[in-house]
């Protein structure tokens, strides 16, 4: 559709003729045929007088002069506009049904999140059907729920009779609040400082979480150690790490994946797609560069509607082991899809139509290192530690730290740095004692005692001889 406004209307004035040569514009889309169209009704309602240049004459003023309804005034199109557009063009879907909305809301619900309700709730169920005459937890007004959960959090233990650590605790209780939101029950917060009616219950969990933190439980957390630089090495020097197969090739693609974009759980890995990956040039040299989609600490809701999805670019390091080289060939191979799919045997690398699996990508990082001789507790939260880690020990900023692992508060970034042997032992150095002074060699150290100091007394001052009391002396230190 051609804009009438581009068309210049001279002194001479302007026909029909000239009008249709020029027009793409479907007037019979709004019901109209050009016979109803009168040049003379549009050039004395718009006032035409001398030239009208396109900045004077839009379709917009034409349509207004001819009574044309354009969509932005109004959506209510005749039947003739209807039966001219396509037949397949509605705007919106079938009324949705109840059963779609919560499917909808489920879907979006993160799988571990689930997991922790469900055993949360698990756990109070077998303790209570253990007790007499405890009602169900749905049903419980605010006071029972005061005093059954008192009582359940101090007698609460794991399968085999040993108590829960106080983080563990206060997990059981957040799964429990979740479960009475998930059935609709909102006027009951447990863990709001606001609310009067649950205060015993907290003053007893907080108590109870002190308690076994007194005693010793739950006070160490065990969290995977990252991967040093020396180890990163040894890992490609025994050939783990490259593209020779599309076994190491894929491994070398899930460890970067973790150390330069931040990934962690198997569940954002089995996401992927290839598309989510840019291979590119510009003024600073090659990149690769990834764009985020939804993951464990970006939804994309209500919540975090200001937050910008996560969109990073790392830039190449020309070399024998340049990872943007290494992106490019894994992606001219795969071409688009699925991130991760199967290896198959042989050079040069190929992959096959069947996308790994949850259970391996779960574990891939513990069989890289366990592959490579490393011993320690290695998981694919490993991958994220290492990033923020040799970040630090490198003094980057921590706002460039938090960019690369989507971190949005330094006191959860910090949780991921971890210094390194060498900035251990220099720690330690210099809180240690003092060492021994050591003695040059073929002498013995003796000590000598301290020599008193001669004193005068104040008294004795004014007795002193005047005048010089030393003369052509020679000390010697």
């Not at 000590?447 to 010089?468: C, H, M, Q, Y």
Request: overall charge negative; some cysteine; aromatic content about 8%.
């Amino acid at each position: 559709m051609s804009d009438l406004g581009n068309f210049i209307i001279g002194d001479g004035g302007l026909d029909l003729q000239e009008l249709s040569a020029i027009n793409d514009f479907d007037f019979e889309l709004f019901g109209i045929s050009e016979d109803d169209i009168n040049l003379s009704q549009i050039v004395d309602n718009l006032e035409v007088t001398g030239s009208v240049t396109d900045e004077d004459l839009t379709l917009s003023q034409i349509c207004d002069t001819l009574d044309i309804k354009t969509e932005n005034e109004t959506e209510n199109v005749t039947e003739g506009a209807a039966s001219k557009s396509s037949s397949d063009a509605r705007r919106f879907r079938d009324a949705v049904s109840d059963e779609e909305i919560r499917e909808l809301i489920n879907s979006n619900i993160n799988l571990n999140t689930k997991k922790n309700t469900s055993w949360a709730f698990g756990v109070f169920e077998m303790w209570r059907k253990e007790r007499d005459n405890v009602p169900e937890i749905l049903a419980m007004t605010g006071e029972n729920l005061n005093f059954y959960l008192g009582r359940f959090i101090v007698e609460a233990r794991k399968r085999d009779g040993t108590e829960y650590p106080s983080k563990s605790l206060y997990l059981i209780t957040c799964g429990l609040l979740r479960y009475l939101r998930d059935n609709d029950v909102t006027d009951k917060n447990i863990l709001d400082a606001n609310d009067h009616r649950f205060a015993e219950f907290r003053k007893i969990l907080d108590s109870r979480m002190k308690d076994l933190l007194k005693r010793g439980i739950g006070g160490k957390t065990k969290q995977a150690e990252p991967i040093l630089p020396e180890d990163e090495a040894i890992i490609w020097e025994k050939g783990i790490f490259g593209d020779k197969t599309a076994d190491t090739l894929q491994c070398t693609m899930f460890f970067y994946n973790c150390k330069l974009f931040g990934m962690r759980g198997h569940d954002e890995h089995h996401a992927l797609e290839c598309d989510q990956f840019i291979i590119g040039e510009d003024s600073k040299g090659k990149y690769v560069e990834f764009v985020g989609r939804a993951s464990k600490t970006f939804k994309g809701g209500l919540a975090q509607r200001e937050i910008d999805i996560k969109n990073i670019r790392h830039y190449s390091n020309q070399g024998e082991r340049c990872i943007v080289d290494l992106y490019e060939k894994y992606l001219q191979v795969l071409v688009s899809g699925k991130f991760y799919r199967r290896a198959l045997p042989g050079t040069p690398p190929r992959f096959g139509n069947q996308p790994v699996g949850v259970n391996k990508l779960r574990n891939l990082m513990k069989i890289v290192c366990a592959r490579a001789g490393l011993s320690g507790n290695y998981t694919n939260h490993s991958g994220k530690r290492t990033c923020a880690t040799q970040l630090y020990i490198a003094g980057v900023d921590e706002q460039e730290i938090m960019n690369r692992t989507g971190h949005r508060s330094e006191k959860a970034v910090r949780k991921y740095k971890s210094a390194d042997e060498s900035v251990l032992r220099k720690v330690s150095s210099v809180l240690d004692p003092p060492q021994k002074r050591k003695c040059p060699e073929n002498k013995t150290h003796q000590e000598e005692p301290t020599a008193k100091r001669a004193t005068v007394p104040l008294s004795d001052i004014s007795n002193l001889p005047t005048g010089s009391l030393f003369n052509n002396c020679q000390v010697t230190f």
